[in-house]
């Protein structure tokens, strides 16, 4: 099951550069992100929403290839297997990118709306859904961006000891 944490920062920037961070040690499989998002308030209170996971392109380029796969099947039945890829292709693609800007895969976006009017304008919050992770070897690494905790999943023991290894560093 996944865990969902909400860390908010000091600058606009702070929060891509943490999960920045954290993809380079999930690489060292200290943590194993599902989702993740980044919400950056402006100092004229605009809020700008940066998905990890552009599901609308997604959509589109699975899409595309399984449609030129079977327009250039159904093609070969009509002697025309470049044709029938071609339009295979445009349909697919057309229709994987309006089936991606449905789907809502992962942090909903409602909420990630919501939560991010409440962060203070030139700051930053992180949205993450982490499947594991290894907070001893985590903490360190993040510790020098002053992360604050606004919202998780967790537990009540183990919020309390995130927000404990967090107060160490103010």
Known sequence: MSDLVVLDF???????????KLRALQKEHLIDLEDSCVVERAQDGKIHIKQAVNLTAMGASQGGLSGALWGTLVGFLFLNPLAGMAIGALAGAGAGALSG???????????????????????????????SITFDKIMPEIEPYK?????????????????????KVS
């Open 10 to 20: 000091d600058g606009i920037h702070t929060a891509d550069d943490v999960l920045n």
């Open 101 to 131: 800007s449905l789907a809502d895969y992962g942090i909903n976006d409602e909420f990630v709306r919501q939560l991010g009017q409440t962060i203070p304008p030139g700051s930053s919050a992180l949205f993450v859904l982490v499947r």
């Open 147 to 167: 992360p604050r905790v606004l919202r998780t999943s967790l537990s009540n023991e183990d919020e309390a000891k995130l927000r404990a290894a967090l107060a």
